[in-house]
């Protein structure tokens, strides 16, 4: 039984969400010829960080959500120069 909570805990961890539903625009820091290339890039990696931090809390493992945080994501995405469209 031990196993089973353990093992549907583990794979809530490995699903994959969606990124938030929001819109960014290329800010000045972001320094590549290739914008939408360097957003995908972004995307990719702030997805990961929000969704790796929103699986360490312990609330969303018992709950079995692995959802993103959408103000990690925004964040990150802001970290990396694309500015949230309001």
């Known amino acids: 039984m031990v196993t089973a909570v353990l ?8 699903r994959k ?5 929001v819109s960014f625009l ?7 010829e290739d ?3 360097a957003f995908e890039a972004a995307k990719a990696v702030c997805l990961e960080q929000a ?3 929103g699986i360490s809390s312990v609330t969303r493992i018992l709950l079995f959500k692995g ?3 959408e103000s990690d994501y ?6 990396k ?3 949230e469209l309001e």
């Open 7 to 14: 093992a549907l805990a583990l794979g809530a961890c490995s």
């Open 67 to 69: 959802k993103v945080s």
């Open 81 to 83: 120069g694309f500015a």
């Open 51 to 53: 969704q790796r931090k």
């Open 26 to 32: 290329p800010t000045a820091a972001v320094e590549a």
């Open 35 to 37: 914008k939408k290339a």
């Open 74 to 79: 925004v964040d990150c995405m802001e970290a």
């Open 17 to 21: 969400g969606p990124a938030p539903d």
